[in-house]
């Protein structure tokens, strides 16, 4: 089974502070993504990265930045936090060499920012 | 512009009461449809993948079907542990991207 592993469930921040999350992926899959979950505004795309060392902006990139320096390793960083980026953020990975391929989730990083 | 409509936004059943929730895309083609399943505060759960019309994939008391317009999950006498937001995702044939476009949800509750 793939497993997506998001470093922390739940993480409480101040404005103004830079937030690091992480994720793990063991499935040594190319693609993976960082999602924003907001209620009744569903599932927002932030960033993608196809490979190690690539990155792409997804729908709502202001305010973030991403790192992929490992295959496995797919990092969001909040430069200064603010409360507008209070949410549930979810990291997905995927292996789609034809592009037809499902992404799998990690089970969320609950984010609170005072 | 790709859409993904899911509906109803909720739904409330009796144990056992079957019914259908509704994923309408409109897609220029379609490479393939998800099927998710999300626990509240968890990630979603990968459940099935739809390729073509026709096609139909079954787990348990869930099976999903696919129409060129539209695709259906099937819960056939729900248990309340069925009880869960269910999530499509459409990624669409043109442009190359592997980036699926997800409805909203459908927020669904099985009464005991």
């Known amino acids: 089974d793939v497993k997506v592993t998001q470093s922390s469930r739940y993480l409480v921040k101040r404005t103004g502070e830079k937030v690091f999350l992480e994720c793990v992926q063991d499935?040594?899959?190319?693609?993976m993504f960082w999602y924003r979950q907001d209620p009744g505004l569903g599932l927002r795309l932030i960033y993608f990265?196809?490979?190690?060392?690539?990155?792409e902006k997804g729908d709502i990139p202001e305010g973030y930045s991403v790192s992929r320096e490992k295959k496995e390793r797919f990092s969001l960083i909040l430069e200064s936090a603010s409360t507008n980026q209070t949410s549930m953020y979810l990291c997905?990975?995927?292996?789609?060499?034809?592009?037809?391929?499902?992404?799998?989730f990690g089970d969320g990083t609950r984010l609170s920012i005072l | 512009e790709d859409q993904v409509t899911q509906s109803p936004e909720a739904l409330r059943l009796q144990e056992g009461e079957s019914s259908s929730l509704n994923c309408s895309y409109t897609?220029?083609?379609?490479?393939?449809l998800f099927w998710y399943r999300q626990d509240p505060g968890k990630g979603p759960e990968f459940l099935f993948t739809?390729?073509?019309a026709g096609e139909e994939k079954e787990k348990e008391r869930l099976k999903a079907t696919l129409t060129k317009k539209e695709s259906f999950l099937h819960i056939t006498a729900p248990k309340p542990e069925d009880s869960a937001t269910y999530l499509c995702?459409?990624?669409?044939?043109?442009?190359?991207?592997?980036?699926?476009?997800f409805g909203r949800g459908t927020s669904l509750i099985v009464h005991p």
């Open positions: 997905a990975s995927s292996h789609d060499p034809v592009g037809n391929q499902p992404q799998h």
């Open positions: 499935m040594d899959h190319e693609n």
């Open positions: 990265s196809y490979d190690v060392k690539m990155k």
């Open positions: 739809l390729y073509s």
């Open positions: 897609v220029s083609g379609l490479r393939g």
């Open positions: 995702a459409v990624l669409p044939a043109s442009g190359g991207s592997y980036i699926p476009t």
